[in-house]
Antibody
Framework: QVQLVQSGAEVKKPGASVKVSCKAS????????ISWVRQAPGQGLEWMGW????????NYAQKLQGRVTMTTDTSTSTAYMELRSLRSDDTAVYYC???????????WGQGTLVTVSS | QSALTQPASVSGSPGQSITISCTGT?????????VSWYQQHPGKAPKLMIY???NRPSGVPDRFSGSKSGNTASLTISGLQAEDEADYYC??????????FGGGTKLTVL
C-alpha cells in the first residue's frame, strides 16, 4: 500500500533552517511528484510547492521563493523540503503529499510539526 | 487571505444534505476542471474526497459529490452522518501552474 512517512518534529530558533523528509513506499517513486503543504496552528492549508520525482523540476509558491528548496533522492524514494531563515510564522505542521500539477493529492504523510521559537 | 473563498462554517442534521461552495476566478476554478476537495479531521492529515470537480476516489462514499458552475465549485454531502463532521478544503490548479486552496469550511453535524 502507498505510504508517505515523514521525519519527526523539530524545534528551531529564528533564522535557522529545517529540512523535513518524506519517505515513499508502495509505488514507483519516479512516476509521481511530491507536493508540500503546511498548516499553521488553527489555520487552513497552504500550498508550498511541488517537485517532479521524475526529473527534479520544481515550482514554488511565490511567497516562499528564495527560502525553500525541494529535492528528491530516487535511490531511497525520499523527498526533502528545506526552509531557511525561519521566522515565528513558519511554525506549522508540514505535510508531504503525492501529486503535482493536474494530479490530486491522493496520499498524504502524517505531518511534521516545526516550531520556531527563541 | 486565501485565493479561493469558502464559507467559514456550515451545519446540518443527520440525514440532511449540505453544500459547501468554493469561489475563485477564471484563472483557477473557472478555467480548469482540476478542482479537488479534502476532508480533514482534527489532528489528522487531509484526505482526498473529490478530484477533477466531480470524481470520487475509491472508498469515498457516494454521499459525497462535486460540481462546478462558472467560477464556483461545490461539494455536496447527502445523508449527513456524524463522522462527516470535519474541516473541508477545496483546491484548484491555477494559470500560474500553482495550486490554490480555499480557506476551509468547518462542517458541524448537529
Amino acid at each position: 500500500q502507498v505510504q508517505l512517512v515523514q521525519s519527526g518534529a523539530e524545534v528551531k530558533k529564528p533564522g535557522a533552517s529545517v529540512k523535513v523528509s518524506c519517505k515513499a513506499s508502495g509505488y514507483t517513486f519516479t512516476s509521481y511528484g511530491i507536493s508540500w503543504v503546511r498548516q499553521a496552528p488553527g489555520q487552513g492549508l497552504e500550498w508550498m510547492g511541488w517537485i517532479s520525482a521524475y526529473n527534479g523540476n520544481t515550482n514554488y509558491a511565490q511567497k516562499l521563493q528564495g527560502r525553500v528548496t525541494m529535492t528528491t533522492d530516487t535511490s531511497t524514494s525520499t523527498a526533502y523540503m528545506e526552509l531557511r531563515s525561519l521566522r515565528s510564522d513558519d511554525t506549522a505542521v508540514y505535510y508531504c503529499a503525492r501529486g503535482i500539477g493536474l494530479r490530486p493529492f491522493d496520499y498524504w504523510g502524517q505531518g511534521t510539526l516545526v516550531t520556531v521559537s527563541s | 487571505q486565501s485565493a479561493l473563498t469558502q464559507p467559514a462554517s456550515v451545519s446540518g442534521s443527520p440525514g440532511q444534505s449540505i453544500t459547501i461552495s468554493c469561489t475563485g476566478t477564471s484563472s483557477d476554478v473557472g478555467g480548469y476542471n482540476y478542482v479537488s476537495w479534502y476532508q480533514q479531521h482534527p489532528g489528522k492529515a487531509p484526505k482526498l474526497m473529490i478530484y477533477e470537480v466531480s470524481n470520487r476516489p475509491s472508498g469515498v462514499p457516494d454521499r459525497f459529490s462535486g460540481s462546478k458552475s462558472g467560477n464556483t465549485a461545490s461539494l455536496t454531502i447527502s445523508g449527513l452522518q456524524a463522522e462527516d463532521e470535519a474541516d473541508y478544503y477545496c483546491s484548484s490548479y491555477t494559470s500560474s501552474s500553482t495550486l490554490a486552496f480555499g480557506g476551509g469550511t468547518k462542517l458541524t453535524v448537529l
